[in-house]
């Protein structure tokens, strides 16, 4: 009787451990593509705010106006969000991603406190906010090689010592055609971004300026 319970009790261990591997295996899947999909939507809104912001479109100059900002506010911030979407798209440099990422939830965690206190529907303030989300997601499932040494999971920093090319004395070159695949990559994202944010501009612009005229910011 005492086996049999055993025996049990084992099957059930066992089982538990198959589904906890399963839903890791799966978690493990799905992880680095909602990193991407989250870091390209935060990538994609610095680049796009920088090309507004310096090239002082309407919307952000009536918008700067609405919530009392100085107008060279828009110089400072189009430079500062154009530099943060550069730094969390290329590989490496994990303490300038921190500082990009710090720098990101900030913006927009602002841009939704000003909104508010201007007194704001949550048309115009949620948008910063769902920003401020998926930077966090961005920030908290970002790779081992895009982290600071000291904040990695244990378990990822055997890995990568061995892709630091530490482990086998062929393992360097490996990692060097690894590192200039994604450099390549992420010039690659910033050029279309960029191109996408500046080819669209006739649109936002039009778009925008009906948005502003309906909140009442300007007149028809």
């Known amino acids: 009787m005492q086996t049999q319970a055993t025996k049990k009790f084992q099957n059930a261990t066992d089982e538990k451990s198959v589904t906890f591997a399963r839903s890791d295996w799966n978690w493990n899947r799905i992880r680095p593509i ?3 999909v989250t870091t390209l939507v935060v990538v994609f809104e610095l680049a796009a705010g920088s090309v507004w912001n310096l090239t002082r479109i309407e919307w952000v100059e009536v918008q700067m106006h609405h919530l009392g900002y100085p107008q060279y506010f828009d110089y ?3 430079a500062w969000q154009g530099a943060a979407a550069v730094a969390i798209i290329v590989p490496g440099f994990p303490l300038l991603k921190e500082w990009a990422f710090a720098g990101v939830f900030f913006l927009w965690s602002g841009a939704a406190a000003s909104h508010l206190a201007a007194g704001d529907g ?7 906010l769902l920003f401020v989300v998926c930077g966090i997601a961005s920030w908290v499932l970002r790779p081992a090689d895009r982290r600071l040494p000291g ?7 055997g890995a990568d010592t061995e892709q630091d090319g530490a482990g086998q004395p062929d393992a360097r070159p490996r990692a060097w055609a690894t590192r200039a695949r994604a450099w ?10 960029y191109a996408v944010s500046f080819l669209t501009l006739p649109v936002v612009e ?3 300026h009906e948005w502003a005229v309906e909140l009442g910011w300007i007149d028809e």
């Open 206 to 208: 039009y778009f925008t």
């Open 34 to 36: 909602v990193f991407w």
């Open 76 to 78: 400072i911030s189009g």
């Open 151 to 157: 904040t990695r999971p244990r378990r990822d920093r």
């Open 184 to 193: 390549a990559v992420s010039i690659g994202l910033l050029v279309v971004v």
């Open 122 to 128: 949550f048309g115009v303030w949620g948008a910063p």
